[in-house]
């Protein structure tokens, strides 16, 4: 049950985009479909911006896209806002009934 | 609208135990497997247990294997974990979350957290 790997922190200009990547194994990210992303502001709860690794739920901006690629996952924002400055988190499935999660992603909006 | 209230969080000793709550609204709780995350600044989100909607499935991450305990009572809308020979290393923020992939831990709505502190 080791958690993904993920940048600690990363930063980007309004209107740029940037790509968090979310490093796995064959037992989690590369074997299963299951992969999600959580943004989380300062004392707010997660909430879920991407799942099955690249549908966006109802109401989430298409400036928010997700992709795999063998153990990696990719959360990519385009055109980047003041308000996208928050917590980013990938999770999968990692068999065997359990969940991982990344450590997490610090995104600066400067 | 989909409402989650955690409760029942607060300081306790190591060796204590707790009981947290997670009361439920704004959807049909009994077709949906639920799980319990805490996050603590240190390590991140962690996934703790899941409960499946019916709670013939029940899974734990194994640091609190024999310690926790989920339960449901989907007559109430409620998930529990009680939560015993609490440790330090436990202190976190516990959310109840909806895993609408039922089984797959996704995550899509969450609870706005109840945090439980374990010190002496």
């Known amino acids: 049950q080791s958690a993904l790997t993920q940048p600690r922190s990363m930063s980007g200009s309004p209107g740029q985009s940037v790509t968090i990547s979310c490093t796995g194994t064959?037992?989690?990210?590369?074997?299963?479909?299951?992969v999600s992303w959580h943004q989380q502001h300062p004392g707010k709860a997660p909430k879920l911006i991407i799942y099955?690794?690249?549908k966006r739920p109802s109401g989430v901006p298409d400036r928010f896209s997700g992709s795999k690629s063998g153990n990696t996952a990719s959360l990519t924002i385009s055109g980047l806002q003041a308000e996208d400055e928050a917590d980013y988190y990938c999770c999968s499935y990692a068999g065997r009934y359990t969940a991982v999660f990344g450590g997490g992603t610090k995104l600066t909006v400067l | 609208e989909v409402q989650m209230v955690e409760s029942g969080g607060g300081l306790v000793k190591p060796g204590g135990s707790l009981r947290l709550s997670c009361a439920t609204s704004g959807f049909s709780f009994s077709s949906y497997s639920m799980s319990w995350v805490r996050q603590d600044p240190e390590k991140g989100l962690e996934w703790v247990s899941s409960?499946?909607?019916?709670?013939?499935?029940?899974y734990y991450r194994d640091s609190v294997k024999g310690r926790f305990t989920i339960s449901r009572d989907n007559a109430k809308n409620s998930l529990y974990l009680q939560m015993d020979s609490l440790r330090a290393e436990d202190t976190a923020v516990y959310y109840c979350a909806r895993d609408f992939r039922n089984g797959y831990y996704v995550f899509d709505y969450w609870g706005q957290g109840t945090l439980v502190t374990v010190s002496s």
């Open positions: 064959s037992s989690d990210i590369g074997s299963y479909k299951y």
């Open positions: 099955d690794v690249s």
């Open positions: 409960i499946s909607s019916s709670d013939s499935y029940i």
